[in-house]
């Protein structure tokens, strides 16, 4: 699975748009970029995840450049809730089994008032 | 919610105890997994379970062992635990493929 590379952290203030980057520029054809979060105390959740063309749920938007070599998570109106280590992580998708994923340091992203 | 339960919450115990934790989930998913996760590290793989057969043990010492038994549970029994076994133990399920990962909020074990 490729490697990733984020901030260690990043301040936003409380209700404007939070913009997380991610590298990964040794990403294969045939991975996937996945977004979690993990807020203190509790586990990992999921955020979102993309291949090549822009994603948006309700939480998040998802940004992959057209080389899929860096993407942004966006969260629009980040709230004090959002604060947590954000990590953005690359895996290969194999339709018949569960698929491993290996965490690195993440982004601390702090929500100002 | 995230509709995967871990038991105990929290767990104290010493180096010639032994403990199992529990995991559970009623998401229909047919893959579990258990993570690590010590202070200031990032989380750490330990185990993979598809279909309740173990596809992946990412060199994990034997004093941990896992079992499960349907695709619903999930445990890990311990043993003979070093200080250094003292960690946020995570556990998740999966569908197959592409679908993410569900978290448990863990265990927090204490080895004394």
């Known amino acids: 699975d490729a490697k990733t590379t984020q901030p260690p952290s990043m301040d936003c203030a409380e209700g404007r748009a939070a913009n997380l980057p991610c590298n990964h520029s040794?990403?294969?054809?045939?991975?996937?970029v996945y977004w979690y979060r993990q807020i203190h105390s509790q586990g990992p959740q999921y955020i979102i995840h993309?291949?090549?063309n822009n994603e948006t749920n309700e939480m998040a938007s998802l940004i992959i450049t057209e080389d899929r070599k860096s993407s942004t998570l966006i969260l629009p109106h980040a709230t004090l809730r959002d604060t947590a280590v954000y990590y953005c992580?690359?895996?290969?998708?194999?339709?018949?089994?569960?698929?491993?994923?290996?965490f690195g340091q993440g982004t601390e992203l702090s929500v100002k008032p | 919610e995230t509709g995967v339960t871990q038991t105990p919450r929290h767990l104290v115990m010493g180096m010639t105890n032994k403990k199992s934790l529990k995991c559970e989930q009623h998401?229909?998913?047919?893959?579990m997994y258990w993570y690590k996760q010590s202070a200031k590290k990032p989380l750490e793989l330990m185990f993979v379970?598809?279909?309740?057969?173990?596809?992946e043990n990412n060199s994990v010492p034997s004093r941990f062992s896992p079992e499960c038994p349907n695709s619903s549970h999930l445990f890990l029994h311990l043993h003979t635990l070093q200080p250094e076994d003292s960690a946020l133990y995570l556990c998740?399920?999966?569908?197959?493929?592409?679908?993410?990962?569900?978290f448990g909020d863990g265990t927090r074990l204490s080895i004394l």
């Open positions: 998740a399920s999966s569908p197959l493929g592409l679908q993410p990962q569900h």
């Open positions: 040794t990403i294969s054809g045939n991975e996937y």
């Open positions: 993309g291949l090549k």
């Open positions: 992580i690359v895996r290969v998708s194999i339709y018949n089994q569960g698929g491993k994923l290996i």
């Open positions: 998401l229909g998913h047919n893959a």
């Open positions: 379970y598809n279909f309740k057969e173990q596809t």
